[in-house]
């Protein structure tokens, strides 16, 4: 297909104000001003209308599939809170693809999630990156694990107080990560040496330990559910005694902290944003948090921790980060390719690069505007929408 006569956002580059992209099989072949584009294409052509041109947009943060549409207990899979670690639980042994909130994604132009168990555990267990096309979770899934998602505050405090078990304190939230990472240590360093000298005996199997071997190798990022200022700070800190990959996600007070965190170099996933300020760490809650992060020049995504806010208001979630002083461009970015950088996924999606997974948008106006309409949704070159 060829899509030509509209705004191409890039993501990667310049802004193009009447340009074109090619696609050609599953990936991007090439994009450009009009002048640019082939004289003689054989393809089918779609005409954008003096519309606009951009990257299939990217949660990086939410839900979904974990808890069902319309359902109670018998749908909800986000959180095995019997157990406050639980490294080894994997997202996609509880996604339910033909939940009907995939299809809201898909006409709302949301192409790829970042989705995984929920926050009642400080180890809650491994997100998975997927596209929102499809029936069967195995044809879905393009990075699992994409992360190992923690969290601190509220969430563990909450759930355990009311099963009068640890951890009921910030404390021993954060003692019982270290107690796992140490344990984690300790398990490789016996593997290391049992395949290294015959004589070392290999530890037992044990599934956590086994699965948190890649986040300490630092091979997978975490993912650290945290809003309070010093809920952040504690999960920066333990991620640099055990040199961890990370990135925090909702960062709610993050705007109080920022100087500190640019000089952390760390990347927040910001959100939800469409909700109210329903409990104590949310207090400081302000749609300006993107922006200020951005102009400290921080890494920041805008996602919709779906259910909370559902998916298909990714775009108004964005679009609410401009009223809040972010740049227009800056928080398209923010559900784009910086998503995708957070995501570990800038190799394929995020932007209009030649060779890139053909997964873009055609909106009849500025894609953030909420007067806009949805046109065409591409995923990997396939045609999901088109009107």
């Known amino acids: 297909m060829l899509i030509i006569n509209g705004t191409v956002h890039t993501m990667d580059g310049i802004t193009i104000p009447d340009g074109f992209v090619q696609v050609e099989g599953s990936k991007i072949a090439a994009v450009g001003p009009i002048e640019q584009c082939p004289k003689q294409y054989d393809g089918e052509i779609y005409d954008a209308k003096g519309g606009h041109i951009q990257p299939g947009f990217i949660d990086a943060h939410c839900h979904l599939g974990m808890f069902g549409d319309g359902l109670g207990i018998e749908g909800d899979d986000g959180n095995e809170a019997t157990d406050p670690c639980t490294p080894h639980l994997r997202a996609i042994d509880a996604i339910n693809p033909l939940d009907r909130c995939f299809q809201e994604a898909r006409m709302a132009g949301v192409t790829t999630v970042l989705t995984g168990p929920g926050s009642a555990n400080p180890i809650s267990g491994q997100f998975a990156a997927i596209k929102t096309d499809g029936t069967w979770i195995d044809t879905m899934i393009r990075k699992a694990p994409a992360a190992m998602k923690l969290a601190l505050g509220e969430n563990p405090k909450l759930t355990y107080h009311e099963r009068r078990e640890t951890p009921t304190t910030r404390m021993a939230t954060a003692a019982l990560l270290r ?84 000089q952390e170099g760390a990347g927040v996933i910001t959100g939800p944003c469409l909700t109210d300020r329903s409990k104590p760490e949310l207090s ?42 972010m740049t227009p461009e800056g928080a398209l970015a923010a559900i784009t390719i910086h ?10 999606i995020g932007s209009l690069t030649v060779g890139k997974d053909a997964d873009l948008t055609v909106t009849s106006t500025h894609p953030l505007n909420w007067l806009s309409r949805m046109k065409l949704v591409m995923l990997e070159g396939k045609v999901l929408y088109c009107n």
């Open 339 to 348: 998503a995708a950088e957070l995501g570990g996924l800038a190799d394929r």
């Open 179 to 262: 107690e796992q990472f140490s344990k984690a240590l300790e398990y490789m360093d016996k593997l290391e040496r049992s395949e290294q000298d015959e004589d070392e005996d290999a530890p037992d199997y044990d599934a956590k330990l086994e699965a948190l071997l890649p986040v300490m190798r630092g091979e997978l990022p975490v993912h650290i559910h945290a809003h309070r200022a010093d809920d952040i700070a504690t999960g920066i800190r333990i991620c640099k005694e055990y040199n961890l990959k990370y990135v925090i996600v909702h960062g709610t007070e993050a705007h109080l902290i920022p100087e500190l965190l640019a």
């Open 284 to 325: 400081n809650a302000t749609i300006e948090l993107p922006a200020i992060l951005q102009r400290f020049g921080i890494k920041t995504a805008i996602c919709t921790d779906h259910p909370e806010t559902p998916i298909q208001y990714l775009p108004l979630c964005a679009a609410m980060a401009v009223r809040g002083g």
